[in-house]
């Protein structure tokens, strides 16, 4: 008799029924659960067409400055002086698409020493300045580019370069130690 009473209960009252009711709701709320765990960790970014995984990277480094004279006093402009760039700031580009033109996306200043330090997304990035975000940058551009001005026969020019190949493509993990340098260099024409 004890058998028997089970089946009773089970279709008297439809608890066989309700309990397998049960069961696919549970099964379908986890795999819901679980395909949105795993959906949200990775979503596709509009804009640019890629996955952005929201994991944030940082790029360390330093600015300095070089400053060489030709004519007046003369200087070893075979290893000239590093400076550091205090209180500088420059403007971080995103590099997307190498035939496109690259899209502020932060800017920073230099402390004290000229070290700085930024937190990006992985991606392709290059450095320029407020006067080439005013004025507008080209496609593929990844560093300031050469300035030249020339004023009563004296002509200054402003060249900047990386330590490291532009752009600069964080992925995997963090980037120490990025050295750029502003190479200021002024020619007077009428000096001895």
Not at 125 to 139: A, D, I, M, Q
Not at 155 to 162: G, K
Not at 171 to 189: E, Q, R
Request: proline share 5%; charged share 20%; hydrophobic share 30%.
């Amino acid at each position: 008799m004890k058998e028997s009473q089970p089946k009773t209960l089970c279709r008297d009252f439809g608890l066989c029924r309700k309990f397998s009711t049960y069961k696919y709701i549970l099964a379908t709320v986890a795999i819901l659960c679980i395909s949105f765990h795993c959906f949200s960790q990775t979503r596709t970014d509009s804009v640019q067409g890629k996955e952005n995984t929201h994991r944030r990277l940082k790029i360390n480094g330093t600015l300095f400055y070089t400053s060489i004279s030709r004519g007046g006093i003369q200087r070893d402009e075979r290893n000239p002086t590093l400076i550091p760039l205090k209180k500088y700031t420059l403007y971080v580009i995103n590099l997307a698409f190498m035939d496109s033109i690259p899209k502020v996306t932060k800017r920073f200043t230099s402390n004290k020493n000229g070290k700085f330090s930024i937190s990006l997304p992985p991606g392709k990035y290059g450095f320029v300045t407020f006067e080439e975000v005013k004025t507008g940058l080209s496609k593929g551009q990844c560093l300031p580019t050469k300035r030249e001005t020339n004023n009563n026969n004296i002509i200054n020019s402003s060249v900047w370069e990386c330590s490291m190949p532009c752009p600069i493509e964080i992925n995997a993990s963090s980037i120490k130690n990025v050295v750029i340098i502003n190479h200021l260099i002024s020619f007077c024409m009428n000096c001895p």
